[in-house]
Nanobody
Framework: QVQLVESGGGSVQAGGSLRLSCTAF????????LAWFRQAPGKEREGIAK????????YYDDSVKGRFTASHDKAKNTVYLQMNNLEPGDTAVYYC????????????????????WGQGTQVTVSS
């Protein structure tokens, strides 16, 4: 059974930083795409960053480019999202996702289908 466990959310003032972690269990992240999505109240879940483990390719949505950085530690089977210069508009529940998995509930982001999901972690940015 695949489990993605996120941590690192919290509350921060605008301009601050947070780092999210996502550890995979029952799923070896090497040679897979992992991604970060977020969902603000009343809005659709949107992909913001993805990273390919192996040749370390990354892709960012324009809304976070230059402020957020995705990285990984293969030995820990973990991916990270470093979020700098946070803005109130970044307030959302952040989800880690991995490629593959069931079609039900899957979402596409930049050409990759993500079907495994973490439980989400709240990020709140105050002005």
């Amino acid at each position: 059974q695949v489990q993605l466990v996120e941590s690192g959310g919290g509350s921060v003032q605008a301009g601050g930083s947070l780092r999210l972690s996502c550890t995979a269990f029952g799923y070896a992240i090497n040679n897979h795409w992992l991604a970060w999505f977020r969902q603000a109240p009343g809005k659709e879940r949107e992909g913001i960053a993805k990273i390919y483990i192996g040749r370390t390719s990354t892709y960012y949505d324009d809304s976070v480019k230059g402020r957020f950085t995705a990285s990984h530690d293969k030995a820990k089977n973990t991916v990270y999202l470093q979020m700098n210069n946070l803005e109130p508009g970044d307030t959302a529940v952040y989800y880690c996702a991995a490629d593959g998995g069931p079609s039900y509930g899957a979402r596409w982001f930049a050409g990759v289908r993500f079907g495994y999901w973490g439980q989400g972690t709240q990020v709140t940015v105050s002005s």
